[in-house]
Nanobody, 124 residues
Framework: HVQLVESGGGLVQAGSSLKLSCKAS????????LAWFRQAPGKEREFVAS????????YYADSVKGRFTVSRDNNENLVYLQMNRLKPEDTAVYYC?????????????????WGQGTQVTVSS
């Protein structure tokens, strides 16, 4: 298991950019698939983006394609979510997740390790 700590959330205006970071513990980071999920008030948690341990493999939710970019730094045990052209509907708590399996949306993310989340609020 790894411990995950998200940072970088905040209050921004629509159209702005924000970059989230997630720091992982341990020395197995390069073997993990990482994902970002979000949960808005009164809504279920939803997948946002993921990046595989295998180079060049990414997945994005349709709602963020072309606006968000997921990346990782295996030397620093960090995964990032660059969010551009933010919309009020992007407002949510954003969570980082990690596991050793596939990065696909259909993977067993429920059993992954999770961070505590960071709040992103986009005002109109």
């Amino acid at each position: 298991h790894v411990q995950l700590v998200e940072s970088g959330g905040g209050l921004v205006q629509a159209g702005s950019s924000l970059k989230l970071s997630c720091k992982a513990s341990g020395n197995t980071f390069r073997l993990l698939s990482l994902a970002w999920f979000r949960q808005a008030p009164g809504k279920e948690r939803e997948f946002v983006a993921s990046i595989s341990w295998s180079p060049g493999v990414f997945y994005y939710a349709d709602s963020v394609k072309g606006r968000f970019t997921v990346s990782r730094d295996n030397n620093e045990n960090l995964v990032y979510l660059q969010m551009n052209r933010l919309k009020p509907e992007d407002t949510a708590v954003y969570y980082c997740a990690a596991h050793g399996g596939s990065a696909s949306l259909g993977a067993a993310w429920d059993s992954a390790d999770w961070g505590q989340g960071t709040q992103v609020t986009v005002s109109s």
